[in-house]
Structure formats: C-alpha cells, structure tokens
C-alpha cells in the first residue's frame, strides 16, 4: 500500500493493547474511519505486528525503526530487506525516545531507499534538521521531546517554529517532505499544521490513550478529507 498526501499517521508504540489482536483492533478501526471519512490514516504499529496488519488491512504500514545493518550477521537487529517483505512501506528514524547517532542516521536513509522503505527521520530543531537535510531523507519529522505525550502541539503552540523549520527545507532540501508530532490531540492541532504547509502529522498517545479513539479519529479525518 503506498503512500498519499496529506495523511494522518497513528503510532502505536509500546501503549496498552496496541499488540497483537488489540493492535489489529485498533488498525482496523483506523481503517474503517479512513474509508469512511476519505482520509488517508498510516499506521505504525509495534514491530512484531508489521507484517499482520499489512496482511489484514489496507493501510500504508511503517515499522517504528530500522537498523543500519546489512543481511549476515546482527543478532536481534532490524534489516531493512525483511522489513519490506513484512509488508512495511516506511521506518521511523531517530525518535526522541529511540535515538541513532547522525552517522547511522545517514546509513538508515541510504538502506531505506536501497530497500523501497521511506525514510522518516525526527529531528527536534531546525538546526537538527538542516544537518539532517543534507542526507535527504523522504521526510523530517520535526518533534520537541517535550511536547509528546501532551497536548500541546506545536502547530498551536509555536506555528512560527513550523514556519521556519519549512523554510530551511526549502533551502537545504526541498524534495523532503515535512512532517510535525508531539502532542497532537484535536483535530483543531491537526488542521493549523497542514495550513502551515506541512505534508503530514500524526499522533500516539491521543490515540492510544482515548477514551474514545475512534471518535477522535473521526474529527480528525474530517479535517484530512476537506484538504485533498
Ligand atoms: O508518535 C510519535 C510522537 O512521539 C508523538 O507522540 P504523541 O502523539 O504521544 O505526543
């Protein structure tokens, strides 16, 4: 399932009930809402459930991360080649809570695009992502580790920090396309930043978490499908 723009990513990470039969629950629920909003949802559900929800729905499916490593040797690693063929389209790179130095940075995206997965590399300044522009990755994910898990989304909270993170992607690297996260909650979060110009955005635990996930999902499609 390949990609479409503007879309809405939902990550699963490690939440309660977001494996296994309770992950597959969630997606398809995801899926559903999707369908019947017009909204493009991409999921990123916990590694060993990649290749499961890639068989049972139609979602664009990212793994959470990715290694550096080339088939052979690498107990307990991620190789990008059997991630596609898990049914992967994408991996994240870099996130806040799962750090890679610039230099694995820079072989992860090489590997993702030898292996067809799109690179998503989080940076969390502008002059993080300038460095990390260089090596042109797919996407930036531009995310401050203190806004996750809150609800205070940049696109309310600083959209001139938005504004200047595109323009240094206009400047260094204007094929990626520019994604934000922390603390995206309502759908109000969500339209502000696509009306800022990024590409994409997404969101954890306002997903996870809810009380009503698929109610949430559904205000939150609404605003996608008014922007294709
Ligand atoms: O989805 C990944 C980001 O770290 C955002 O997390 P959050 O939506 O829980 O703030």
Redo the contacts with the bound molecule.
């Keep these: 399932m390949s990609l479409s723009y503007p879309h809405f990513?939902i990550?699963f990470?490690i939440y309660p009930e977001t494996w296994g039969e309770g992950g597959l629950a969630l997606a398809e629920t995801i899926e559903r809402v999707g369908q019947e909003t017009g909204a493009n949802f991409v999921v990123?559900p916990q590694i060993p459930d990649v290749r499961l929800i890639a068989r049972e729905t139609d979602l664009p499916v990212f793994a959470p991360a990715v290694d550096p490593v080339e088939p052979g040797r690498g107990m307990g690693t991620l190789l990008p080649e059997a991630l596609t063929a898990a049914g992967a389209v994408g991996a994240i790179i870099n996130?806040?809570?799962n750090r890679d130095t610039l230099a694995d940075i820079e072989t992860k995206i090489d590997r993702c695009e030898g292996v067809g997965l799109e690179s998503v590399v989080?940076v969390d300044s502008v002059e993080m992502g300038r460095a990390v522009a260089a090596f042109e990755p797919d996407q930036l994910l531009f995310?401050r580790p203190g806004?996750?898990?809150?609800d205070r989304a940049i696109s309310r909270s600083h959209p001139d920090r938005i504004e200047a993170f595109l323009e240094m992607r206009d400047a260094v690297a204007p094929e990626t396309k520019v994604r934000v996260?922390?603390?995206?909650?309502t759908a109000e979060d969500v339209r502000l930043a696509f009306e800022l110009g990024v590409a994409a955005t997404?969101?954890?635990?306002?997903i996870?978490t809810a009380k009503d996930p698929e109610g949430r999902l559904r205000a939150i499609g609404e605003v996608l499908a008014d922007r294709d």
């Design positions: 990513q990550n990470k990123t996130h806040a809570e989080c995310e806004d996750i898990a809150t996260g922390g603390g995206v909650s997404g969101a954890a635990s306002a996870a």
